[in-house]
T-cell receptor, first 112, second 112 residues
Framework: ETGVTQSPTHLIKTRGQQVTLRCSSQ?????VSWYQQALGQGPQFIFQ???????GRGNFPPRFSGLQFPNYSSELNVNALELDDSALYLC???????????FGQGTRLTVV | AQSVTQLDSQVPVFEEAPVELRCNYS??????LFWYVQYPNQGLQLLLK??????LVKGINGFEAEFNKSQTSFHLRKPSVHISDTAEYFC??????????FGAGTRLFVKA
């Protein structure tokens, strides 16, 4: 059974650019959540996808968007990058809406 | 508003000494409580969880936590720490909804 994998592990982008982060959920999991963890802070919920539909969203602007595919893998897209978007982005998958979530290693995004 | 407060940002402790990491939460509804550990440059690993039942919960690596509903606390304890326990620890909860709310984290530093 493979765990949650995220790609890439590290990324450097310029302010104003767009970025796509990817997440492969654990086998058998149909729910994916994305979190932003700024340096020295706890993770902040961005949004969740359940069976390819957005199931809930945190306090993030519309330039943060996502997708979930039929195989339950997921993408996080961020447009018009700002310096404050620099953070560790974590993906977590679970087998249902109220079950334990398993986290990936994260993608470290640096915006310069 | 729902929130998690981790009362200590850093906890230095000598190897083989006991440790307690404090966590208080604020929610108007029942919660499910979690403690996660994060090692440098890694994702989050679940240490333990409280869903219902016994208020004393045992987790991995010798950690345990006690849920106190009247004090809205969920403190994490270990009777004897090791150098390898040095990491960031996050208290979190969700209310059965779509997002998990995390505290800001406590950095546990175990000294030889």
């Amino acid at each position: 059974e493979t765990g949650v994998t995220q790609s890439p592990t590290h990324l450097i982008k310029t302010r104003g650019q767009q970025v796509t982060l990817r997440c492969s959920s654990q086998s058998g999991h149909n729910t994916v959540s994305w979190y932003q963890q700024a340096l020295g802070q706890g993770p902040q919920f961005i949004f969740q996808y359940y069976r390819e539909e957005e199931n809930g969203r945190g306090n993030f602007p519309p330039r943060f968007s996502g997708l979930q595919f039929p195989n339950y893998s997921s993408e996080l897209n961020v447009n018009a990058l700002e310096l404050d978007d620099s953070a560790l982005y974590l993906c977590a998958s679970s087998s249902g809406l109220n079950t334990e979530a398993f986290f990936g290693q994260g993608t470290r995004l640096t915006v310069v | 508003a729902q929130s998690v407060t981790q009362l200590d940002s850093q906890v230095p402790v000598f190897e083989e000494a006991p440790v307690e990491l404090r966590c208080n939460y604020s929610s108007s509804v029942s919660v499910y409580l979690f403690w996660y550990v994060q090692y440098p440059n890694q994702g989050l690993q679940l240490l333990l969880k409280y869903l219902s039942g016994s208020t004393l919960v045992k987790g991995i690596n010798g950690f345990e936590a006690e849920f106190n509903k009247s004090q809205t606390s969920f403190h994490l304890r270990k009777p004897s720490v090791h150098i390898s326990d040095t990491a960031e620890y996050f208290c979190a909860f969700h209310t059965g909804g779509f997002k998990t709310i995390f505290g800001a984290g406590t950095r546990l530093f175990v000294k030889a």
